[in-house]
């Protein structure tokens, strides 16, 4: 059954955006070199680095999390720097792929998609490659649905001087990701996954070590160079040295104070709930998660194999016609083989429920031997 | 006399958003992958190439113009190529920096500021040097106010077989710049100038001879690569590589809607009224247009030389505090030495007036020789 609305967003990025976000994003603009504009930057950096956990500079690009992505990258390298790379989904070959256009020279370390790249993969490839600049980490990978444990990964990284550049795009806000107890430096995230906001902002801290780097290579980069969002951050009132998207600093503005309003340790136990309960029901419904190990199953987004017998396609226009559900497919080399949950940004059990009665439902209609409500119960069992 | 209300933005961007389009912006997320964005996307496109007057490809990104800047550039430049920068200003010195950051070999071609490069400068210097790849020209230099008359450039570039780059930032949509007619090969834009439409997004156009050059560069461009941006467009429904800024498409679509039905011809006609109006209002003040010539003044923003007798800082403050008027000061080495009044986007003579009026009242209040009501005259002749 469904109504006019638009779609319930339940893939992994963009989110649906609370009400009162999308409200202010109605205010009309204000002069970007001024002091109110000054002032609402200060208070979202300094609002964004608590999220992160971290003490080191922070900076916020107007582009998607490709963008800063590239950030990390364009300004750490010159023609030939090694950077490490571990692929495991499209994401984490991305980093692969922004090396290579810039001129630096991947190593990459292949590791079967599902899995995660473990730190004694990473210790033997910088024993035997000299020189690694950094090591580029997905921490959520959005197209398999993992997440990687950074804690021994960051030993071995330190241990061999690269610097560690970590993606949480998908993860930063809905996931325990401390920065600087992870000595993470360069982190990046961007506004449409935990942070309940629209594509188009995103966000990178930068490390005193990365600084030391930065400021001795001869950088690509312009619209991305760090060193520019540094110099224009420290002027008075702070400025972005390119006009920002003023409408999406309005937007997070209120989300990063609905965030800490709730508790950012909240918001992480609400994240590990909707994930946990949706692994639940999966199991219930006898589908099986697609992570090889359900202890690296990602907090935010919930990869599953589409079982014999039904199309990708057909569940999810299925989910999407009758129920105004909307659900993602798989990426790349995983087209058609599993279906992806998003759970993130202000994701309750309330979503969570109607998107696994929605799935139920569908697969039943689709032939599936499904015993329906098995899936509900597993989930409300989690939330009680 | 002011009231609760922000500031009137007549600053060469920013510039203020109609309610309509503010309204749509509260609109909730869709998939960024199906078929309605698609259709957005495609509305979007084509739509933004009648305001181009162009056939060739067109590509939204998200990003401030700069970043589209930086596309125009790093697309087509290999190490050591050479690229011809007439510098006027601080936007047309901006390509020689994009060029020198991605490896590039600017040839610089100093203008005084507040003139304009003439045909005969770049002739000479494309004569002079060989296998010039392209010429970069900013068409409305916001910073000194002026325009830059394309036809002859045109000529001299092509017979010369190099790339017209153009920037139109702060013009497209307001005056009159014919893409195809002008032979311009990369033609770049923003969202927060002539689309009345918040800073976040921009345009840029492709032509074949672009495209021929691109091809065959080893790039270093991820996130703006052109490549990138033309196969997603592709594919069936037309998508964007990395994530778009949905909110500025609802926008972007309502905003080109609305420059459309007002019709394109009359919207660079009240573009040129609301400029000349402005100009006649202060020659009328016995104020000095800062332009060398007042045929190469820009139709989007005017600039003025302080008079003597007043700071820079004390007229915009007094305009904002008592008028809630905002106008700009001079940038790099036209601190303190000019004013500039932005009119652009769905600016009328109305908004125009109000500045003309405060701008009196504040000279006059700050001890300067102003015969009150004279400016306002001046327009209003030019409005009947």
């Known amino acids: 059954m469904r109504g006019f609305d638009e779609d319930l967003l339940m893939i992994p990025g963009p989110t649906f955006v609370p009400d ?117 980490i997905t921490q959520n990978e959005t197209s398999t649905g993992v997440r990687v444990p950074l804690e021994e990964i960051s030993k071995v990284v330190k241990k061999h001087n690269a610097l560690l550049v970590v993606d949480t795009i998908s993860s930063m806000g809905g996931d325990y990701i401390p920065v600087d107890g992870l000595k993470i430096d360069l982190c990046v995230s961007g506004s449409q996954k935990c942070f309940s906001l629209p594509p188009g902002l995103a966000f990178i801290s930068v490390s005193e070590e990365a600084w ?26 702070p400025e972005q040295p390119y006009t920002p998207a003023l409408t999406f600093y309005y937007a997070l503005q209120n989300s990063l104070r609905l965030l800490l309003e709730e508790g950012l340790d909240n918001v992480i136990s609400r994240h590990r709930k909707v994930a946990q309960a949706t692994r639940e029901a999966i199991k219930a419904l006898e589908l099986e998660l697609f992570p090889k190990r359900e202890e690296n199953c990602s907090v935010t987004v919930t990869a599953v194999r589409i079982p014999n017998g039904v199309s990708d396609k057909d569940l999810r ?32 059990d309330k979503e969570i429920l109607t998107t696994i009665y929605a799935l139920e439902q569908s697969l039943k209609k689709l032939g599936q031997r499904v015993e329906i409500g098995a899936g509900l119960e597993a989930a409300i069992k989690v939330f009680k």
């Not at 009758?322 to 994701?347: A, D």
């Open 212 to 237: 030391e780097v930065i400021r001795r290579t001869k950088r690509r980069a312009f619209y991305f160079s760090l060193p520019a969002y540094l110099e224009s951050y420290k002027k008075n009132p």
């Open 20 to 136: 009162s976000t999308l409200r202010v994003m109605s205010r009309q603009m204000i002069n970007h070199r001024g002091k109110k504009f000054g002032e609402m930057l200060t208070e979202c950096t300094e609002n964004l680095k608590k999220v992160f956990r971290t003490k080191n500079d922070l900076f916020i690009l107007t582009c998607s999390g490709t963008g800063a992505m590239e950030a990390a990258i364009s300004n750490i390298i010159e023609d030939g720097d090694k950077i490490l790379c571990p692929v495991y989904g499209k994401f984490s070959e991305r980093f692969k792929l922004i090396v290579e256009a810039f001129g630096g020279k991947p190593i990459e370390l292949p590791v079967e998609w599902g899995d995660i790249p473990q730190p004694e993969l990473l210790e033997e490839a910088l024993d035997r490659e000299k020189n690694v600049k950094a090591v580029t």
């Open 317 to 348: 226009e299925h989910m999407q016609k009758e129920y105004g559900i909307l659900i993602s497919g798989g990426q790349s080399k995983l087209k058609g083989k599993i279906f992806r949950i998003g759970h993130m940004g202000c994701v309750t």
